[in-house]
């Protein structure tokens, strides 16, 4: 069993800057694979990045890409979701999730957070 736990969501000014925490815990940990997703009002829950645990291997979605980055520290067990220069469609509820299998696929997640909003003002 891994519980995730996100925090950082607010409000923010396009052009603006926040950074998503993600706290896990569980004795495996470790060996799973961390995953960002996103969901806006109306719209399907959408990938926006993973990192491997092991080796720290990472994909973006084509739409954050370059803007936003998934460092971790396997010290704290935490996954962080740096977003810089944002924009208002990034505006969404913010999920942490973890998979043993390192996918862009949200049915690969078999753990969730209970997300956090993120709000862009244009």
């Known amino acids: 069993q891994v519980q995730l736990v996100e925090s950082g969501g607010g409000l923010v000014q396009a052009g603006g800057s926040l950074r998503l925490s993600c706290a896990a815990s569980g004795r495996t940990v470790n060996k799973y694979h961390m995953g960002w997703f996103r969901q806006a009002p109306g719209k399907e829950r959408e990938f926006v990045a993973t990192?491997?645990?092991?080796?720290?291997?990472?994909y973006y979605a084509d739409s954050v890409k370059g803007r936003f980055i998934i460092p971790r520290d396997s010290t704290k067990n935490t996954v962080y979701l740096q977003m810089n220069s944002l924009k208002p469609e990034d505006t969404a509820v913010y999920y942490c999730?973890?998979?043993?299998?390192?996918?862009?696929?949200?049915?690969?997640?078999?753990?969730w957070g209970q997300g956090t909003q993120v709000t862009v003002s244009s």
């Open positions: 990192i491997s645990w092991i080796g720290g291997s990472t």
């Open positions: 999730a973890a998979s043993e299998i390192q996918t862009t696929a949200s049915s690969g997640y078999k753990y």
